[in-house]
């Protein structure tokens, strides 16, 4: 597909436009840092940046126009959406200089030429693939970009893009945004309830009590480390970032078994686990197949942070990480395995880790980010974990349309480093499961995404592959 | 025989959740479903081992159903059966 510009202008803030008040500095979150300094590891070594995009497949109706709009009287109102994440005077915490946010430029909505016979059931355009492939510039305030495919002029419907640097939002609030941004369109918000910068709760445990936890979290991580995984992709390496994207939408019949299964597998409060072990055997399938030792299969599953019950923090990452490791001899027992996952996430929670990863992340913020990056793959043999994994259950559920056009689908493509790789990401939309795959080119061949591909359905419906 | 009634596990539950986990208005009570309140799987292990470290009774997820985490009160019921065999 030609991804040639159409129409990338930026409309100019109105005369007078000044940014809104609020906090002069918003500092990042321990997992924001987390995500920076992969962020600055991609930019070093691979030429790009750590992005996530949220795709949203629409039906006839979306006004590009109304978009650009719409996003730049919000960004006028919430500084955040372009400020420059830099250290204070070069030293502190990380934060965003929402103080010098009037002098960055605002995000933009860049229109692309479509396929003649393309469409929103269609495949992707390779325009979105690519944007996650560009270079964000995180310091200049370049945080958001919007990429927008309509077919017939919109008449057969929209494709559209919403790619962040991964620090922006987490998969949460980037749903939330959408929400939101379009329940401004709707009239029913004001731009102003978008800006929420909520912190995490503060810890009601002491400093060293904290530091306790932390130690605890890296003594876990180090444990897991003395059977160190080995990633499809190998160790950090110095090629260009070539990240590509698949999407495959199960049918409605087969999404209610593949529910089925993760409820009577996993139980109604983990399906997460099953769509994990299915993701770990799917790529087993390929390290078998190229007859290569896998060490442990190692993968961090975030968890959500946010208060719950509550509507806000849509900005900044607010999750920690739950690890999961578990060998190869292990990945052939379907039923197994999940209970091994199981009980490996009950023990993680009692044993604190999920508080300890918080804990462990917001300390190391008042690291230099080489030495984060730095400090993470020395304990895994140069990996950071064996591949990716998300699941993230509704797609924006509460959201039928999005500036007036019926949303068809939705999900995910989140960030991926070229090393691990590669990731999977699970969602529904409606009754529909998407399984969104992002890859380094050169990591996987062409039979093994199909190979991965037939072994996830297989897992997920209950079939052989 | 348990020292604890399902009423007295029901106010525990309710008020773990109200204090610890999961941020809610003056409109949550005993009865509100845990689930609509904003509860997720790790508050719900994180509430099951805060009931057993009151308790000394660990009640396995599994045993869990979208039906006793309707409120308070049924996890109470729950628990209080698990205390009455233990």
């Keep these: 597909m030609s991804s040639s510009l159409r129409a990338d202008a930026v409309p100019p803030v109105a005369a007078g436009a000044v940014t809104s008040g609020g906090p002069r500095i918003v500092p990042l979150t321990g997992s924001d840092c987390f995500l920076r300094a992969f962020d600055d590891e991609v930019r070093r070594y691979n030429g790009a940046s750590h992005v996530s995009q949220l795709i949203l497949r629409l039906g006839p109706g979306f006004d590009v126009e109304v978009l650009r709009r719409l996003v730049h009287e919000v960004t006028v109102v919430v500084p955040l959406m372009r400020a420059p994440i830099r250290r204070r005077y070069g030293v502190g915490l990380p934060v965003y200089r929402t103080d010098l946010a009037d002098r960055m430029p605002l995000p933009v909505v860049t229109v692309h030429a479509s396929e003649p016979d393309g469409g929103p059931t269609g495949p992707l355009p390779d325009a979105f693939a690519a944007r996650m492939n560009d270079r964000f510039l995180g310091r200049r305030g370049r945080l958001l970009h919007f990429d927008v495919v309509p077919y017939a002029d919109g008449a057969r419907g929209t494709d559209l893009a919403m790619s962040w640097l991964h620090m922006l939002f987490d998969g949460t609030g980037s749903e939330t945004f959408i929400a939101q941004l379009d329940r401004y369109f709707q009239g029913t918000r004001g731009a102003a309830d978008l800006m929420t910068y909520d912190r995490p709760p503060a810890p009601r445990e002491q400093m060293s009590a904290r530091g306790q936890r932390a130690r605890a979290w890296r003594a876990h991580i180090a444990h897991l480390g003395a059977s160190p995984p080995r990633s499809l992709a190998g160790p950090l390496r110095s090629v260009p970032q070539d990240l590509r994207l698949r999407v495959e939408t199960l049918g409605v019949e087969e999404t209610a078994r593949a529910i089925e299964r993760a409820k009577a597998l996993a139980g109604f409060l983990t399906p997460m686990l099953f769509y994990l072990a299915v993701t770990i055997r799917a790529h087993d399938r390929v390290f078998r197949a190229r007859g290569l030792d896998p060490g442990s299969y190692v993968v961090p599953l975030p968890v959500n942070l946010r208060p719950k019950g509550v509507d806000g923090a849509i900005f900044r990452s607010h999750v920690s990480l739950l690890w999961f490791q578990v060998q190869q001899e292990q990945v052939s027992d379907l039923e197994g395995l999940i209970a091994d996952l199981k009980r490996q996430r009950h023990a993680s929670i009692k044993g604190g880790l999920v508080e300890g990863g918080v804990a462990a992340m917001e300390f190391v913020r008042f690291l230099p980010k080489r030495l984060y990056a730095r400090m993470t793959r020395r304990g895994m043999a140069g990996e950071l974990c064996s591949f990716f994994f998300a699941y993230t259950d509704q797609f924006v559920p509460a959201a039928q349309s999005f500036l007036g056009a019926e949303i068809l689908n939705g999900f995910h493509a989140p960030a991926v480093t070229p090393s691990p790789g590669s990731c999977l990401a699970m969602s529904l939309r409606g009754a529909r499961l998407n399984v969104t795959h992002v890859y380094q080119s050169d990591v996987l061949a062409e039979e093994e995404i199909e190979t991965m591909r037939r072994s996830v359905r297989a897992d997920l419906i209950g079939e052989a592959s | ?86």
């Design chain 2, 1 to 86: 025989m348990t020292e604890w009634s399902v009423q007295r596990l029901a106010q525990l539950v309710f008020e773990i959740v109200r204090d610890q986990l999961v941020a809610v208005g003056d409109d949550f009570t005993p009865q509100s479903d845990l689930i609509e309140a904003g509860l997720d799987s790790i508050g719900v292990t994180q509430l099951m081992l805060a009931l057993e470290e009151r308790t000394g009774v660990w009640v396995d997820e599994g045993l869990l159903t979208p039906e006793l985490l309707s409120s308070s009160e049924t996890l109470a019921a729950c628990v209080h059966e698990q205390l009455a065999q233990s």
